[in-house]
């Protein structure tokens, strides 16, 4: 009878938010454009403060609403989305490590990423909210957010090399987008954001 192999697949979920560095290969490299932490780590220091501005706006919407639409399957992608952005400012400025180890994480986070499908299902999450007209200004600007994440992390250029024109297209979309503007609406107490009533507190990450 014979034995069945040992199965090399990873398990679907890391029990630790550290990602897993991968050993450099020894194969040949392949042609195909690769997501890198090379734009990110190249990019200026406005882009790197954006970033912190978004990670900050998804704190604020995330506290603002967690009592009226906890439930809702958009929020829990904004819940992931705004985790995953506060390990990515973690491993990129973590200066108890060489710049060599802080640029593997930072691509294994992006990487990541992309694999599993989290930015592609970010934007789907969101963009379901423009549809619902008290909501549109919010499901707008967490599209937005996405969308220059993913121009200063590079990500929207990997995309359009590989020829993935329905995405690069609409994150370029989204990118354009007057972010200013729309945090400021956002925010400002509109009917947007419904605090709702209190409930029973349960622990967040």
Same mark, same amino acid.
């Given at each position: 009878?014979?034995?069945?192999?040992?199965?090399?697949?990873? *398990?679907?979920?890391?029990?630790?938010? &550290?990602?897993?560095? *991968?050993?450099?290969?020894?194969?040949?490299?392949?042609?195909?454009?690769?997501?890198?932490?090379?734009?990110?780590?190249?990019? /200026?220091?406005?882009?790197?403060?954006?970033?912190?501005? %978004? &990670?900050?706006?998804?704190?604020?919407? $995330? %506290?603002?609403?967690?009592?009226?639409? +906890?439930?809702?399957? !958009? !929020?829990?992608?904004? &819940?992931?989305?705004?985790?995953?952005?506060?390990?990515?400012?973690?491993?990129?400025?973590?200066?108890?490590?060489?710049?060599?180890? +802080?640029?593997?994480?930072?691509?294994?986070?992006?990487?990541? !990423?992309?694999?599993?499908?989290?930015?592609?299902? !970010?934007?789907?999450? $969101?963009?379901?909210?423009?549809?619902?007209? *008290?909501?549109?200004?919010?499901?707008?600007?967490?599209?937005? /957010?996405?969308?220059?994440?993913?121009?200063?992390?590079?990500?929207? /250029?990997?995309?359009?090399?590989?020829?993935?024109?329905? =995405?690069?297209? =609409?994150?370029?979309?989204?990118?354009?987008?007057?972010?200013?503007?729309?945090?400021?609406? =956002?925010?400002?107490?509109?009917?947007?954001?419904?605090?709702?009533? =209190?409930?029973?507190?349960?622990?967040?990450?």
């Amino acid at each position: 009878m014979a034995i069945a192999k040992p199965s090399t697949t990873l *398990p679907h979920r890391q029990q630790s938010h &550290h990602l897993t560095v *991968p050993a450099p290969s020894t194969s040949s490299s392949s042609s195909a454009p690769s997501i890198s932490a090379s734009p990110l780590f190249s990019a /200026s220091t406005h882009d790197i403060a954006m970033l912190h501005d %978004i &990670h900050s706006l998804l704190n604020k919407l $995330f %506290i603002r609403n967690r009592n009226q639409h +906890r439930r809702s399957t !958009w !929020w829990k992608a904004l &819940h992931g989305f705004r985790k995953q952005m506060a390990l990515l400012l973690g491993e990129l400025e973590a200066k108890e490590l060489r710049e060599y180890e +802080r640029r593997q994480r930072v691509q294994a986070r992006l990487r990541f !990423w992309d694999e599993r499908g989290e930015v592609h299902a !970010w934007y789907y999450q $969101f963009s379901q909210l423009v549809a619902v007209g *008290p909501f549109s200004s919010l499901g707008l600007v967490m599209m937005a /957010s996405v969308a220059r994440v993913c121009r200063i992390t590079g990500i929207t /250029s990997v995309y359009e090399q590989i020829a993935s024109a329905e =995405v690069k297209g =609409v994150l370029d979309a989204s990118d354009r987008l007057g972010l200013a503007g729309q945090f400021e609406g =956002v925010l400002s107490g509109g009917d947007e954001c419904d605090e709702g009533v =209190v409930i029973a507190r349960e622990d967040e990450d």
